[in-house]
């Protein structure tokens, strides 16, 4: 239900190049000593293998399955990327979708407070419980848009795609690190679905003022 006050410039790149511009971005916006100081926790509860070095597997993890990312602001800082080696095909479609979803969200509601929260000690759920609404919203909305915009066809060319996606990085990696980088995608997911059978997109909207 939300208008694009401004248009959004989208750049499609492949895989290997997508990857590499995620590092970039990782290697900018990630504080080390940070996720060194989550790693050894982890650990001291069981949850990594001693000597883990959780930036570099985060890294490896998240640049293996980005399928497209959406940078908060206006350019050069903000942006819109999207993965493919067919061009603008029915399942870079649907990716997109997910992040135009994240664009017009953040000209409206700023996203930008993710990374508030990322810098304020101790508000780390409260960061988990808001980016699950932001990708709960996103997935909800490239669901339906694959069901009532794209046309059989495509719908049949997107799934073999989506089939031939391998993660065996994710895959291999502990529960703990798979289940927190899945969480904002699928139980966002059941959280914005709940909102919008009881509301529609309006009951979603509100919950970012919440």
């Known amino acids: 239900g939300l208008r694009f006050r401004r248009q959004v410039p989208v ?3 492949s895989p290997g190049k997508l990857s590499k511009r995620l ?6 916006e990630t504080d080390e000593a940070k996720v060194n100081r989550q790693g050894r926790a982890l650990e001291l509860l069981g949850e990594l293998p001693p000597g883990t070095d959780l930036p570099r597997l985060l ?11 959406y940078l908060p602001g206006r350019p050069p800082k903000g942006g819109l990327y999207v993965r493919s080696a067919r061009g603008l095909d029915p399942f870079a479609k649907i990716t997109l979708a997910h992040e135009l979803t994240h664009a017009v969200t953040d000209q409206h509601y700023d996203l930008t407070r ?3 929260l990322e810098a304020d000690t101790g508000r780390e759920d409260e960061l988990v419980a808001y980016s699950a609404l932001v990708e709960g919203d996103a997935t909800l909305l490239m669901q339906r848009y694959l069901i009532e915009r794209l046309t059989p066809s495509e719908r049949v060319d997107a799934g073999l795609v989506a089939s031939a996606q391998r993660t065996p990085r994710r895959d291999a990696a502990p529960a703990a690190i798979r289940e927190s980088m899945l969480f904002p995608y699928q139980e966002g997911l059941r959280f914005v679905a709940r909102l919008y059978q009881g509301g529609g997109w309006s009951a979603v909207n509100r919950a970012y003022g919440d």
């Not at 590092?23 to 900018?28: D, G, I, N, P, Q």
């Not at 890294?59 to 990312?69: D, M, P, R, S, T």
């Open 59 to 69: 890294n490896a993890v998240q640049a293996e399955g980005v399928l497209g990312f």
């Open 114 to 116: 993710a990374d508030r």
């Open 11 to 13: 750049t499609i790149e």
């Open 23 to 28: 590092l970039r971005v990782l290697a900018e």
